[in-house]
């Protein structure tokens, strides 16, 4: 028979739980990671279909996210463009978000140091090719994670059992280490790039976007529930030893 402190513990621990997934699945999907917020720039045209049909290299489609209040997330890329008009001519068109999909063998291609080089030219950045592959690769793993755990989960329910419940509690620490661990390695890549490799230009500013707040936010979620985990599983085993060990005597 489960305590009703533990009960509750449980019940808090797997809202948490589910709340964190669901803030880091919506993360990882939507693009404002990060966003600049740029001036209007006359030849928005000529920019939009150098970022849809140009080559892919970093420079090529970064360069009109500078200009074209663009965003960035984990698998996406994207610019805000005036809509396309039909018979007449707006005096104020509206903007709309056009955007572009990181494909996985884009992913892994690695980053270059020098300003102006393609994909084959230049010196390559390890730290921030690494820093790349890290910062998407760890929500999924995450997300793994966190599904794993669930599964143990319904093996305890379906077992009586209360002793995978660490298991669970462990499986939800690393699973939110690995989201602090791509929030971390996202910063640390857009730094690198607007350092060492290319600066927004002037005028251009820059900010986070609310995908990535809701990442940081899925990070104490899921430590409160592995924490939750972790404290009903000790605290059960020691009053479950102390209740044997009274039997006994």
């Known amino acids: 028979m489960v305590d009703n402190r533990y009960a509750t513990a449980l019940v808090i621990g797997s809202v948490l739980s589910l709340l964190a997934t669901v803030y880091l699945s919506v993360a990882v999907g939507t693009q404002h990671w990060y ?4 001036p209007p720039w006359t030849n928005a045209s000529e920019l939009r279909d150098k970022f849809i049909n140009g080559e892919f290299d970093e420079k090529t489609y970064s360069d009109p996210m500078f200009r074209l209040n663009g965003t960035l997330g984990l698998w996406w890329r994207c610019i805000l463009v005036p809509g396309e008009t039909h018979w007449f001519r707006e005096p104020d068109p509206k903007l709309e978000m056009q955007c572009l999909s990181f494909t996985l063998p884009q992913q892994f291609i690695p980053k270059y140091r020098s300003e102006g080089n393609n994909n084959n030219e230049g010196e390559e950045d390890l730290l921030r090719t690494y820093l790349w592959r890290c910062q998407f690769l760890l929500p999924l793993v995450s997300l793994a994670l966190v599904f794993l755990s669930g599964l143990v989960g319904v093996c305890a329910c379906l077992c009586r059992s209360f002793t995978p419940t660490l298991g669970v509690g462990v499986l939800h620490l690393l699973a939110g280490l690995c989201t602090l661990g791509s929030v971390c390695c996202f910063l640390a890549g857009i730094d690198l ?12 500013e820059s900010s986070l976007g609310w995908s990535l707040y809701l990442a940081l936010i899925s990070f104490p979620l899921q430590m409160m529930a592995a924490a939750l985990f972790l404290w009903a599983a000790r605290s059960h085993r020691k009053n479950y030893t102390r209740m044997t060990a009274y039997r006994v005597a």
Do not use: A
């Not at 966003?35 to 740029?38: D, E, F, K």
């Not at 790039?193 to 251009?204: A, E, W």
């Open 193 to 204: 790039f607007h350092r060492y490799s290319l600066p927004p230009p002037k005028g251009v």
């Open 35 to 38: 966003q600049y917020n740029s």
